[in-house]
């Protein structure tokens, strides 16, 4: 029986051993009923402070990249688990660069999500802020008609960061969700290619009648900003120089429309505006002034009862608040926004800061607001983990602990420029600091090789940085790719 001493005596220290490791992690709440609600407790004295980020565009992931995690244990909820490069999506949709090269992972831009023992991703959507008891009450994502229910739990926060984003506005046309695509995420990007390839493969087959064929291969973009415009320039090269080559039956049906309600691009010089109106023209882009009244399945109705069938709808009109920035009890701004000071603070309530395309400065700042661009975003994550570092340094890291910690300078924005790529090989870059300030505009090829250079620079990772670059030299050496999977 000596081995049966023995197996039990390495049983006894194997256990004893996984008891002292399970100590040593975070504590998750537990319950003998069936949990609807367990989560992260509150930090102890012992641990880290704890930052939970909400969302992971370009402000929530910024912000995380620069937390320092000797200071913080990071948390970041969102519905996804990577960043968006979202300069560059319009050009994943025809298939000048593949759909991986403009995702960077979470645990990428912040490894101590995936190593440290107090920081996580949680696949998750925000539901509702405790702000009292410092407490996020959260939901899982799930997909699929047989998937699980989703699982509710909380997270206590020491500083909780709101970064949510916006939603596409619609103006409460009706048939938009219904019919229409937007451009905001990598799935939109995918449904917009599969959609494309679809009708131009669809219009080929025999026995489709010409009005038919001619709706199919008609592709609509709703909204003249920098994302309906690049999007119509990428889809008048692909016309040009991949489906004319490739369906030669149709080549002479497909064509695009781009309906604004005022003028293209009304951010950028007049002049730069002119070009791009001759340029898009010139390449085939059909530009049409109206409002949208009604969205049906096959065709939109214009103010003016002016019908337009067809067999692609994108839209891009603009962001505004979404559901849940709505529906939270927070200080508003003037839209719907958060309400924030000159420090990113959320006024009134303790330890919450908002950052990105969900806040706004409050009145009684006297700051304008500020537009819902990526670099507005990306500067306000980046000073948002500078402030958070320094708290924490200054031993505020703690929930309510704060208060006496001096925030030293506020924060200030400094607009860097615009650029749109317009097809061809053609951009724009306009360097003026505001719509009526001076500064240098350039269009034109030497633009288009700026706008690339540029955003080739801010890929977030230098693997994505050479798969786009590889990308954009098989695109311009073999075309692009037109496979439908």
């Not at 920081?119 to 994502?141: G, K, P, Q």
Request: overall charge positive; glycine content about 8%; charged content about 20%.
């Amino acid at each position: 029986m000596s081995w049966f001493r023995h197996l039990s005596t390495k049983f006894s220290a194997i256990t004893t051993t996984s008891t002292h490791r399970l100590s040593l992690l975070p504590r998750f709440s537990t319950s003998t009923a069936p949990v609807r609600h367990a989560g992260l407790e509150p930090t102890q004295a012992h641990e880290k402070p704890r930052v939970v980020v909400l969302g992971s565009g370009w402000a929530g992931c910024r912000l995380m990249k620069g937390l320092d995690t000797q200071i913080y244990d990071v948390v970041c909820v969102s519905p996804r688990n990577h960043m968006v490069f979202t300069p560059l999506l319009a050009s994943t949709c025809v298939g000048t660069l593949e759909f991986r090269t403009v995702a960077e992972p979470i645990a990428r831009i912040q490894p101590a999500i995936s190593r440290e023992p107090g920081s996580y991703f949680f696949l998750a959507n925000c539901t509702a802020i405790d702000a009292d008891n410092h407490v996020v009450h959260c939901e899982s994502v799930t997909e699929g008609a047989q998937a699980p229910d989703p699982w509710r739990f909380t997270i206590s926060y020491d500083k909780l960061v709101i970064a949510l984003g916006a939603q596409p506005t619609t103006f409460g046309i009706h048939g938009v969700y219904e019919h229409a695509i937007f451009l905001r995420e990598v799935y939109h990007a995918q449904e917009i290619r599969r959609k494309l390839l679809l009708n131009l493969m669809m219009s080929d087959v025999p026995g489709i009648e010409e009005e038919e064929k001619q709706r199919l291969l008609h592709c609509v973009v709703v909204g003249g900003g920098p994302t309906g415009v690049e999007f119509s320039g990428e889809l008048s090269d692909f016309i040009v120089r991949d489906v004319r080559q490739r369906y030669a039956h149709v080549k002479d049906y497909i064509h695009v429309t781009l309906i604004e309600a005022n003028e293209i691009l009304s951010s950028f010089d007049v002049r730069l505006r002119q070009y791009a109106t001759n340029q898009l023209t010139k390449s085939g882009v059909r530009l049409v002034r109206g409002i949208v009244k009604d969205v049906e399945e096959k065709k939109i109705i214009l103010n003016d009862g002016t019908e337009v069938p067809y067999g692609l709808l994108v839209w891009s009109t603009g962001v505004g608040p979404s559901a849940i920035i709505q529906s939270l009890d927070l200080p508003k701004a003037p839209g719907g926004r958060i309400g924030i000071d000159e420090w990113l603070r959320v006024p009134t309530v303790e330890d919450i800061f908002s950052i990105g395309d969900c806040s706004g400065f409050v009145e009684s700042t006297g700051k304008t607001p500020l537009p819902a661009l990526a670099q507005v975003a990306e500067r306000q994550g980046k000073y948002l983990a500078f402030l958070l570092n320094k708290i924490g340094k200054a031993n505020g890291g703690r929930a309510n602990s704060a208060k006496d910690v001096d925030f030293g300078d506020q924060f200030v924005y400094k607009h860097m420029g615009s650029m749109a790529s317009i097809g061809s090989y053609k951009a724009l870059v306009d360097l003026r600091q505001s719509k009526e300030g001076k500064g240098l505009s350039l269009a034109g090829f030497v633009s288009w090789f700026i706008w690339r250079s540029a955003y080739l620079t801010r890929v977030i990772s230098w693997r994505n940085r050479f798969y786009v670059a590889i990308n954009w030299a098989t695109t311009l050496v073999f075309g692009r790719d037109i496979s439908r999977i």
